[in-house]
């Protein structure tokens, strides 16, 4: 998943962590949401410390929303959080993912080697997933082409090129069973599990909506306290930031009753009001990339310098200055589509009035 955390920037370290020890910082196994649904903390690097795996039991048997980080310690708290909800792998008859970063599909092997559920995604999240050596290799290289166009100075890349060969070992491999359009059924819940489609975090994100029990599984696009990556880079939509504010439109029909659960953070509810929060922060964004331009920044690397994050610029991980340059990236592209800004061809790409 990628988030931000001030808003923006260290989302990479969500969505693909640093390397770190599996025992997480914080200790949570889960908990009961509701009658026949069960909320999972999957342990993984980062420092969320967890995503979480929600069950839904049926009549046709279990069905799970999100997986976890690939790591032994996930593994085990997944499979002891099906006990919990007193099922077994053996009741799994299906996986959906909101999106196939690595803290939400990770687990995906695993499934597969274990159980004889199928997988489900969106069609668009196929960007995501790299089944073979060739695309991999692509996919590193077209990240390394992206950081030049962006203006990154030669000693930094240097710097990220172990970090781009660590991205590579995580990068998820899994292809899914079923493809999931928008409004379609989940298979197995009697037409009670339903897919919202929902790009922006990435182009295939997916929010399913319980329609009897009155929730909706948000993965990464809406959290209530962090705001979630919007990124422009290699394998994202052309226009993310414009995708991702018309998807958080998509959320506002579902009645107010309803209960938000996330795949980080904690449940939440008044749902519109965290809509409206998470549209107001991107407005402000906007005006400040558009203030940098105003002022002289020119790439997107000298921009994302300019603007308010959580943490020092210079404080950065490799994996949370890639996430802001994208961050950047891609509210420059927004304000250049409303004519505000202009793109000018590199490398590196320049902005201007």
């Not at 994202?236 to 980080?264: E, I, K, M, Q």
Request: contains cysteine.
């Amino acid at each position: 998943m990628t988030h931000s955390w001030s808003n923006a920037a260290s989302s990479a370290e969500v969505t693909i962590p640093e390397p770190a020890a599996e025992k997480p910082t914080r200790q949570l196994e889960g908990f009961a949401v509701c009658s026949g649904v069960w909320a999972s903390a999957i342990p993984f690097p980062s420092p969320l410390a967890y995503s979480f795996s929600y069950t839904l039991r049926y009549p046709a048997g279990l069905v799970v929303v999100d997986l976890g980080w690939n790591s032994d310690a996930a593994w085990d708290a997944f499979c002891r959080g099906l006990t919990r909800a007193g099922g077994s792998l053996d009741e799994v008859i299906g996986v959906v993912a909101t999106h196939a970063h690595p803290d939400h599909y990770g687990l995906a092997p695993r499934i597969r080697e274990h159980t004889g559920a199928w997988i489900g995604t969106h069609p668009a999240e196929r960007s995501q997933i790299r089944v073979d050596e060739l695309e991999r290799r692509e996919r590193v290289a077209a990240i390394g082409r992206w950081l030049r166009e962006c203006g990154v100075p030669g000693t930094v890349l240097a710097d990220l090129r172990d970090e781009l060969t660590r991205l590579d070992a995580v990068l998820p491999t899994v292809k899914p069973d079923i493809l999931l359009t928008d409004g379609a059924a989940v298979p197995g819940t009697g037409g009670r599990l339903m897919a919202l489609h929902t790009p922006g975090h990435t182009p295939g994100s997916l929010c399913f909506h319980e329609t009897e029990r009155d929730l909706v599984f948000t993965g990464d696009h809406v959290l209530p306290k962090v705001t979630p990556n919007v990124a422009r880079r290699p394998g994202s939509d052309p226009d993310p930031l414009r995708d991702f504010v018309s998807s958080l439109g998509r959320l506002r029909h579902l009645p107010d009753s309803v209960t938000a659960l996330p795949g980080h953070e904690w449940p939440f509810d008044r749902l519109t009001d965290r809509l409206d929060a998470i549209d107001a922060h991107h407005h402000t964004r906007l005006v400040e990339i558009e203030h940098a331009v105003r002022q002289g920044c020119g790439t997107v690397w000298e921009v994302a310098q300019a603007v308010t994050w959580a943490r020092p610029f210079p404080a950065f991980t490799p994996r949370s200055l890639r996430s802001a340059l994208a961050e950047t990236y891609a509210h420059l592209v927004r304000l250049a589509a409303d004519g505000r800004l202009v793109q000018r061809p590199g490398p590196p790409e320049r902005w201007d009035l």
